[in-house]
């Protein structure tokens, strides 16, 4: 007896993994005997076949970006962890066991681990004794090259950032109020009242918020943009807002300013999984 | 470039040792392919980045976790699950209205269909039909659009997605069947003019 939902059911699976159905000879006669079940085939074969024919067209340059905030953002928790572990702030040294279990201490492994760490010992004092001995013969007046400075690396938090609580705070305020731009039809009157309101807040205290963050260039270099954005946000005209909001947008995300807002807020947070 | 089981394997193990550049590597074969499903669950770009950064962030607190009983891939995809279903938004004024509605045209990712020219008239006619698509995912409730995606993008099994989401291979069955049915009951191929 011909069940239409369970029949569907049974095919749907193997719709979306782009099997002939119709071609099985347990689903033939059913298709051929039921039209509204056939018309489902033939229907969510097209969906998924669209579907697949979506390509995502992205250049490397923004794969680039895309993977350059990744790395940062974990080389970013990695030294945010290590920090607050070093410190004593907020983990013991248990905790970090904790994280890094294979750097747990093993009462059975103390000696050993002992004589391996006096052997390193030894050898940096042999070193240190080397390196003064070196020091004192004499310096030839030529050649010796100046070895370059590597090149900066376009990465944009290498560790843990040392902002103060009120510019982190800042920077989230800063996040939000992008993401709702980046979603504001220009035809919303009250959004758009709602963000310029917002941005002349914002830049009213930016000022403060940049002699902050001065030891950290690249944040200061973010908020030089971001200030760019909130000078043309606060004066968009009602009128071209259509054209205004659409650059402002554009420039948004060609600068990856949300991620980088994100990229800078440091954030240290216990996660639990169900894991098997 | 793909790695080896015996690469990632150990890079696996430096990542436990707390080496981040290890646990970079291993992150660089895989956000490609969460980036795109984190897009289509998501409708768009900045969401999708905060939901891959998120997922590879708790996956790199949790790597010490990973016992290697499953592939990296596996484990990644239980912990993109639990990632992308506990995303809270942050308090917003504007979230309730906005980001339940379905991705805007200025926020929309750029999507072209495989084979067309960009600019042709088949360009702009697979446009409409990604749009809608895109649209139509995003009205389908979270749960069941993730185990849509698993299924159609990342071609897992329904027992795998089972065993990922932590419900029987019956719900994921039935789940997928309701999705399709409803997205395809929603679904028009707009016609080509001339």
């Known amino acids: 007896m011909h069940n239409c939902e369970e029949f569907r059911e049974r095919i749907t699976e193997l719709i979306i993994d782009r099997e002939e159905v119709a ?8 298709l051929l005997t039921c039209s509204s079940c056939s018309e489902f085939y033939v229907q969510s074969r097209e969906l998924i076949e669209a579907l697949d024919g979506i390509d995502l067209t ?5 794969w680039n970006g895309i993977e350059q905030r990744l790395h940062a953002r974990i080389l970013n928790v990695g030294a945010n962890l290590d920090a607050n572990v070093d410190a004593g702030f907020s983990r013991s040294r248990s905790a970090r066991a904790a994280f890094w279990p294979l750097r747990r201490l093993n009462p059975a492994a103390t000696a050993t681990s002992m004589m391996q760490s006096i052997v390193p010992l030894l050898a940096t004092a042999a070193l240190l004794l080397i390196t003064i001995g070196l020091g004192r013969l004499p310096s030839p007046i030529v050649g010796l090259q100046q070895t370059a400075a590597p090149p900066a690396q376009a990465v944009y938090v290498e560790q843990s950032v040392p902002l103060d609580p009120v510019t982190v705070g800042f920077l989230e305020e800063s996040e939000l109020l992008l993401r709702n731009v980046m979603k504001m039809a220009p035809s919303d009157v009250e959004d758009l009242a709602d963000a310029k309101k917002a ?4 830049l009213a205290e930016l000022d403060q918020r940049k002699e902050a963050a001065a030891e950290v260039p690249p944040v200061v270099g973010m908020m030089e943009t971001y200030e ?3 000078r043309d946000l606060r004066n968009v005209d009602i009128g071209s807002a259509d054209e205004d909001i659409g650059d402002i947008q554009k420039r948004i995300q060609q600068n990856g300013l949300i991620a980088n807002m ?15 | 470039m793909a790695i080896s089981p015996a690469e990632e394997a150990e890079l696996v193990s430096r990542a436990q040792h707390g080496d981040a550049d290890a646990f970079c590597r291993l992150a660089t074969q895989h956000h490609r392919s969460l980036y795109v499903l984190a897009l289509k669950y998501s409708g768009n770009h900045h969401d999708a980045e905060d939901l891959m950064q998120d997922v590879m962030l708790n996956a790199y607190r949790a790597i010490h976790q990973f016992k290697g009983m499953s592939s990296f891939r596996t484990w990644l995809a239980r912990i993109m699950v639990n990632s992308f279903l506990n995303q809270r938004r942050k308090s917003d004024p504007l979230a309730p209205t906005k980001r339940q509605e379905p991705m805007e045209e200025e926020s929309e990712p750029m999507f072209y269909s495989k084979n067309s020219e960009r600019h042709s008239e088949w360009s702009v006619h697979n446009g409409l039909v990604m749009k809608q698509i895109l649209n139509l995912l995003a009205s389908v409730p979270e749960r069941q659009r993730l185990m849509f995606l698993m299924k159609h993008q990342e071609g897992m099994t329904c027992e795998e997605i089972a065993d990922t989401m932590g419900t029987s291979v019956g719900t994921v069955k039935k789940t997928l069947f309701r999705v399709v049915d409803r997205l395809r009951q929603h679904f028009a191929i707009p016609a080509v003019k001339g």
Do not use: C, G, H
């Open chain 1, 262 to 276: 994100k990229a800078f807020q440091p954030r240290i947070s216990e996660v639990s999984f169900s894991l098997r």
């Open chain 1, 23 to 30: 071609r099985k000879a347990e689903f033939q006669s059913e």
């Open chain 1, 228 to 230: 760019t954005i909130l």
């Open chain 1, 199 to 202: 941005a002349s807040e914002q």
């Open chain 1, 58 to 62: 992205m250049s490397d340059k923004q």
